[in-house]
Nanobody
Framework: QVQLAESGGGLVQAGGSLRLSCAASGRTISRYAMGWFRQAPGKEREFVAAISWSGSTTNYANSVKGRFTISRDNAKNTVYLQMNNLKPEDTAVYYC????????????????????WGQGTQVTVSS
């Protein structure tokens, strides 16, 4: 079992930056594809970013491309989401997620493909 714990959320003004962290415990995530999703009030959970376990492949939602960067440090068992130029529409609860895979360059873009989820961290962007 893998436990995922997000941190780094908070309140920020539009144009500001935050870095979310996802610390894994219970098992190494060095062979896990990882992702970030978000859910705003009254909306469905949506894909934000994904990274393969090798780090060689990353994917982003069009709405965050060029502003957000996903990265990982397998030695620290941690995944990050650097969020720059934040907009009010980025306000949501952000969830970290992971899936074990043998494929070093594989990423997953839909929530149902992932096996493990964190509890989420709130990000609020004021205008």
């Amino acid at each position: 079992q893998v436990q995922l714990a997000e941190s780094g959320g908070g309140l920020v003004q539009a144009g500001g930056s935050l870095r979310l962290s996802c610390a894994a415990s219970g098992r190494t995530i060095s062979r896990y594809a990882m992702g970030w999703f978000r859910q705003a009030p009254g909306k469905e959970r949506e894909f934000v970013a994904a990274i393969s376990w090798s780090g060689s492949t990353t994917n982003y939602a069009n709405s965050v491309k060029g502003r957000f960067t996903i990265s990982r440090d397998n030695a620290k068992n941690t995944v990050y989401l650097q969020m720059n130029n934040l907009k009010p529409e980025d306000t949501a609860v952000y969830y970290c997620t992971g899936k074990s895979t043998y494929l070093s360059g594989k990423t997953y873009l839909t929530s149902y493909e992932y096996d493990y989820w964190g509890q989420g961290t709130q990000v609020t962007v004021s205008s």
